[in-house]
């Protein structure tokens, strides 16, 4: 199985958080949850995994090439195969969720059939019903829905999420997490923070922070 991620003696820092002398290796397919105590580091790491910031010292490698701060055409290929579910993730408040979910995909230039695969994702998630209302008229669960939705409408082959269960009822939490364990099991990365691996029936991988 080939390596997805290579972190080789990495730190990083932010202005809440700093990880330091971390060595991972992640590879195609793997589902990896991160624990920690809160200002732990986790949403820092994701941050490392989505490629919103990059190790000041190590060596951080994407599918075997080592990334750089001059990489910037490779990091922007690398993104445009993940799907991003992040807390207090941002929505266009007077567009529609259709046109939301969308706009993702006309960013990242997709060439996928995106009526179909909107129809799927809408029947998964619940969100048939509402994809003409705009965003600011929904509650939490709903918005948490959409982003979820946004995040995969282009068949990513990484998924970085921090606690995607957030504002999710117990029956949708359910249906979320089956739905993570099977696109594992087809060879979609999964990485995420989260509270409720009891949920995760899939083999995974824990990676506790201090």
């Not at 997709?110 to 965003?135: A, P, T, V």
């Not at 997490?177 to 083999?203: D, Q």
């Amino acid at each position: 199985m080939d390596n997805i991620y290579f972190l080789n003696n990495i730190s990083i820092s932010s202005r809440n958080a700093q990880l330091q002398n971390i060595t991972l290796e992640i590879k195609v397919g793997d589902f990896l949850i991160i624990k920690g105590q809160n200002a732990s580091g986790k949403s820092l790491l994701l941050k490392l995994f989505y490629l919103k910031v990059l190790p000041f010292s190590g060596d951080l490698y994407l599918k075997g090439n080592k990334v750089s701060r001059y990489s910037k055409k490779q990091i922007i290929e690398f993104r445009k195969r993940m799907g991003v579910i992040l807390q207090n993730d941002y929505l266009i408040p007077f567009f529609s969720v259709y046109q939301n979910i969308q706009l993702a995909n006309q960013i990242q230039n997709s060439k996928n059939n995106f009526s179909k695969r909107m129809d799927e994702i809408s029947e998964w998630l619940e969100l048939e019903k509402i994809k003409n209302e705009k965003i600011i008229n929904l509650s939490n669960s709903q918005k948490q829905k959409v982003v979820i939705a946004r995040a995969l409408i282009n068949n990513p082959s990484v998924i970085v999420a921090d606690q995607p269960e957030t504002f999710l009822d117990e029956k949708s939490i359910k249906k979320f997490f089956f739905l993570l364990e099977s696109l594992s099991k087809i060879g979609v990365t999964i990485i995420l923070t989260s509270n409720n691996n009891k949920e995760i029936n899939v083999k995974h991988k824990m990676l506790e922070l201090g």
